[in-house]
Nanobody
Framework: QVQLVESGGGLVQTGGSLRLSCAAS????????MGWFRQAPGKEREFVAA????????YYADSVKGRFTISRDNAKNTLYLQMNSLKPEDTAVYYC??????????????????WGKGTQVTVSS
């Protein structure tokens, strides 16, 4: 199994940027498909982005496409989420997650086996 720890959250103004990191330990990081999800107060956890094992393919939610970039460094066992042009509606706790497979279900919370505890991102208007 793998352990995941997110970092990099914080308070930023509208239009600002943040880069989230997710450090992995345990089983070989490169053997996992990785994803980012977020959960705002009173809302369900939602998909943000996903990346294949070696980063050859990525997939984004429409709400973040063109503003967020997911990437990974398998040598450093780290997943990243670069967030630009942030909006107040991006405010949420952001979670990284690991899955064994890619496919149509990569946007589903239930597709992922391992989760971090999250990092708070707050965008002020």
């Amino acid at each position: 199994q793998v352990q995941l720890v997110e970092s990099g959250g914080g308070l930023v103004q509208t239009g600002g940027s943040l880069r989230l990191s997710c450090a992995a330990s345990g089983r070989t990081f490169s053997s996992y498909v990785m994803g980012w999800f977020r959960q705002a107060p009173g809302k369900e956890r939602e998909f943000v982005a996903a990346i294949r094992w070696r980063g050859s393919s990525t997939y984004y939610a429409d709400s973040v496409k063109g503003r967020f970039t997911i990437s990974r460094d398998n040598a450093k066992n780290t997943l990243y989420l670069q967030m630009n042009s942030l909006k107040p509606e991006d405010t949420a706790v952001y979670y990284c997650a690991a899955a064994d497979t890619w496919g149509a279900q990569v946007t589903a919370v239930t597709h992922y086996n391992y989760w971090g505890k999250g990092t708070q991102v707050t965008v002020s208007s």
